[in-house]
């Protein structure tokens, strides 16, 4: 029989610290002004991370270094980058799901890498699911066994104090919300900054700033 091998592969990054989510943490994401989404709410503020005024840095200064860290880990080890560049949280935001629920298929352009850190989702019921490929297929046919060759989604179970990490083009979703718990969760897009190329193969680019 012959043997299957994995072919260029992509990774998600995952790491938890459930910790960082205190009483007071949920307590003001709650509280911060809200505007509707496509099937659910998001925060009106889109920049939690960075604004010097947003409830992370009021109450959690340890889960911005928490992201940053895993971030960077991230970009060193899932995308190949050296130390001369670093990433930068460009924008964040908070989205707010209940019951009946869920978030569209989508994926985040105008980034490189994108993440999602959990401040309330439940245990055995919350998912993030990737997608494969988009839904469109010049060819479809039925599969003798799904597996990680044949399978066209990726479902990540997760839980408050998950944070999961990936390329910004990876189209991605959840299911509708099945229980009463306010699903909560601070996402974020990210760009490199530093230098890229090299002189002599004029390919030199230089990236100081990213907002």
Request: glycine share 6%.
């Amino acid at each position: 029989m012959v043997e299957l091998h994995p072919l260029f592969p992509k990774a998600f990054g995952f790491a938890q610290k459930p910790e960082l989510v205190t009483k007071e943490v949920l307590e003001a994401a709650i509280s911060v002004p809200r505007k509707p989404n496509t099937n659910n709410d998001v925060s009106a503020p889109n920049r939690i991370l960075s604004d010097s005024n947003s409830f992370l840095q009021t109450h959690e200064a340890g889960l911005n270094s928490f992201i940053m860290e895993n971030l960077t880990d991230f970009y060193r080890n899932g995308l190949g980058t050296i130390d001369e560049v670093q990433p930068i949280i460009t924008q964040s935001w908070l989205t707010y799901t209940k019951r009946g629920q869920k978030m569209h298929g989508h994926a985040h352009p105008n980034s490189v890498a994108s993440g999602v850190f959990y401040i309330n989702a439940v245990e055995g019921l919350d998912q993030l699911i990737f997608e494969k490929e988009s839904p469109y297929q010049h060819l479809k046919y039925d599969y003798v066994e799904r597996n990680e060759y044949t399978g066209k989604q990726y479902i990540i179970p997760v839980k408050t104090g998950d944070l999961i990490l990936f390329r910004s083009d990876q189209w991605h979703y959840f299911n509708e919300v099945e229980h009463d718990e306010e699903r909560i969760s601070l996402a974020f897009n990210s760009f490199p900054i530093g230098q890229f190329g090299e002189e002599d193969l004029l390919t030199h680019l230089v990236i100081d700033s990213c907002t």
